[in-house]
């Protein structure tokens, strides 16, 4: 369970009633008397205290998350959003979510976000405060809004002193104005905690766009990746723009692209703001290749507004294989960083990493991967005797199976997994 910061607001609610017959009022229990519904919304089990969440099971129950916003919530099955239309954030910043929801792995299918109707912020979540999120699994999202000063991003628009873990994403998000913030997994995160998380979205449009995180500040990414490409005014293949932050543990892989004069595009980072506070980029590196009017292999450039903060870069590398020419940070000499895309799929290259616990690889065959992250293997049960199994890496961690799916009907497959 994800440490909780702070939820604002009695967990306890006391709940008065006029006795029939009489004109006296009773004084419910508190605490245990909340009732197991929110605002007349009857979910299927939970009464929304810490030790019993509302259950979430349908795309009606998600839907009605909104109507107590500091509650404890846990999804209880796949939701299919397919079908469900225009999708309404929950939380804004006026009233954020402030609660605790618990995706329990699994997953919310088909998340449709394609009218601005004036919001700031866009997700399956607004806007989010002293929350706690975790195992949140959001597939095919299509998000892509118009207007300008939009934070969007499958998970949130905008998350504020909030932990967030074990989150994932595919689809793609979307907008067509240059200002606001865009990310896969969201749009702005501010005084919080994202870990264990990865983004296959594609990630379009915004002043600061991302693969994973728009924009970040006072904040730490650590154990996460993305993979998606990402085009923006400030883009970077995990961060568009980081101010007084740290990246530990991560890493990029898709392509960043900025062609905006002012802008800039990195393989990890678009941009590192620095003030008054330092930032710091560890045993993290990218892959993809950084294309614009200012470009850097792992950071695009950096902003200084107050010359206290410094940037720090301990056991950092970038794909010079797709860059050449480039250097670590763009407008900057040093180019020590770069390693030829080989030299990425060695370990003797990642001096000072934690193979052990934190990271894998499969010597000269990938660059390294988060162990944190299971291999996801699909099996086709109606693959003939001989036909061989398909497996999907997650992330290039890499599962390999021998034998073949000779029992279509159990759906079983007779052979051996490794990893």
């Known amino acids: 369970m994800i440490g909780i910061l702070t939820l604002q607001g009695s967990r306890c609610k006391q709940l008065l009633r006029l006795a029939v017959g009489s004109a006296l009022l009773i004084a419910l229990v508190i605490g245990a008397g909340r009732q197991a519904f929110a605002d007349g919304y009857d979910f299927p089990g939970g009464d929304g205290s810490p030790g019993n969440p509302y259950v979430v099971m349908t795309a009606e129950d998600l839907d009605h998350v909104r109507d107590d916003l500091d509650a404890y919530y846990v999804l209880g099955a796949d939701i299919d959003l397919s079908s469900f239309g225009e999708w309404q954030p929950i939380g804004t910043g006026v009233e954020p979510f402030q609660g605790v929801f618990d995706g329990g792995d699994f997953k919310i299918t088909g998340l449709t976000i394609t009218v601005d109707d004036g919001k700031e912020h866009y997700g399956l979540f607004g806007y989010i405060q002293n929350a706690a999120l975790q195992n949140i699994h959001l597939r095919d999202v299509h998000i892509d809004v118009a207007a300008e000063n939009r934070q969007v991003g499958a998970l949130a628009g905008a998350i504020k002193m909030t932990t967030v873990g074990n989150v994932s994403v595919t689809g793609t998000i979307r907008t067509d104005h240059l200002n606001g913030a865009t990310g896969g997994i969201a749009g702005g995160i501010s005084n919080g905690v994202l870990s264990d998380s990865y983004s296959a979205a594609d990630v379009s449009g915004g002043e600061h766009a991302g693969g994973l995180i728009g ?122 960083q770069g390693r030829a895309l080989d030299a990425l799929k060695e370990k003797s290259t990642f001096a000072g990493w934690d193979f052990a616990g934190v990271w894998g690889i499969t010597e000269d065959e990938s660059t390294p991967y988060l162990l944190v992250f299971k291999p996801e293997l699909q099996l086709d049960a109606q693959a003939g005797p001989g036909t061989p199994v398909f497996s999907a890496e997650n992330g290039f961690n890499k599962v390999t199976v021998t034998g073949t799916s000779s029992i279509p009907a159990s759906g079983r497959c007779f052979g051996s997994v490794t990893r």
Not at 244 to 257: K, R
Not at 310 to 324: D, E, F, G, K, M
């Open 215 to 336: 924009f970040m500040s006072g904040s730490t990414v650590q154990s996460s990746y993305a993979s998606g490409n990402v085009a923006g005014n400030n883009a970077g293949g995990l961060i568009g723009t980081m101010d007084y932050s740290t990246v530990v543990n991560s890493y990029a892989i898709g392509n960043a692209t900025s062609e905006i004069a002012g802008g800039a595009s990195g393989g990890l980072i678009g941009t590192v703001k620095l003030g008054l506070t330092d930032s710091e980029v560890q045993n993290s590196y990218s892959l993809g290749k950084a294309e614009g009017v200012t470009s850097g292999g792992l950071i695009g450039k950096k902003y200084i507004y107050e010359t206290i903060g410094n940037l720090t870069l301990v056991h950092v590398c970038w794909n010079n294989s797709a860059n050449p020419g480039l250097q670590t940070i763009g407008g900057e000499p040093d180019n020590t």
